[in-house]
Structures are given as C-alpha cells and as structure tokens.
C-alpha cells in the first residue's frame, strides 16, 4: 500500500466533513486541497482561521501516521501554531503542503504551508505530534 493509498483508507471524520481530499503522499511530503465552502468563511465570504487551522492538523496528523515507527499505536497533535498571512476567497481551493521539520521516536514536528491554487500564501503552520 502506498502512503497516499494508507492516508486514504484512514477514517478521518473531522477532514471528510471539512471536504479534505488528499492528492500527493510520500515520507517527505503530503499534500491535502479544501474548497472554500459557505459554510468554512468568517465576515465576508473569507476562510475562517480555524478552518484554515483545522486542515492544516489533518495533514500533518496524516503525514505523521505515514512516518511512525513500527511499534507506534498512533499520533496526537500536541502543539500547534498558525501564522495567518492572508485569506481566502469562498469558491476556491486551499492547498496544505506539509513537511517534516523533525521525526523523531516520540515526536514530530511538521509545518505546513496553506496556499489558493493560484499560488497566494494563506497560512503557515508549525506543529508537533507526539507519537504514542
């Protein structure tokens, strides 16, 4: 099973009802896409922060799961910070790319970068996953 296909299998209820569809996956790098939806925006018709937030956890909680020692039982997000740079519109598409800052036995520390599909830096976020 490839890393993307094991992402995939995952149930991740949390992304499903954010409309979290992961594209790429390998041991360096996990991509992840989000449209926009009504329903995900603050005041007008932006990206709430804590959707931006949201996704940016799953995707790095995925890219964590791929990257877990053999006798590891799972992950959990023990830190989390978020360097909002700018929004995004309702109708399009954000992009989380997360890679590895450090992978280590009992922590890992990824930072995503969340990005519109036309390439305008959303959001940076840093967190770091205990290994349990």
């Known amino acids: 099973m490839t890393p993307l296909e094991k992402i995939q299998s995952m149930k991740m209820p949390f ?3 954010k409309g979290v569809t992961f594209t790429e996956a390998g041991m360096d790098r996990v991509v992840a896409k989000m449209l926009v939806r009504p329903d995900l925006c603050t005041l007008r018709n932006t990206i709430h922060g ?3 937030m949201a996704l940016a956890d799953s995707v790095g909680a995925a890219a964590t799961v791929i ?3 053999t006798d590891a039982k799972g992950t959990t997000t023990i830190e989390s910070k978020t360097n909002f740079i700018g929004g995004a519109k ?5 992009i989380a790319t997360a890679t590895p800052v450090h992978r ?7 930072q995503t970068r969340l990005e519109t599909e036309d390439g305008k830096l959303v959001a940076v976020v840093t967190q770091t996953q205990m290994v349990l």
Do not use: D, F, H, K
């Open 50 to 52: 804590g959707a931006i």
């Open 104 to 110: 280590g036995r009992r922590t890992q520390v990824w």
């Open 90 to 94: 309702e109708g399009s598409t954000v």
């Open 67 to 69: 990257n877990l020692p």
């Open 15 to 17: 992304a499903e009802l």
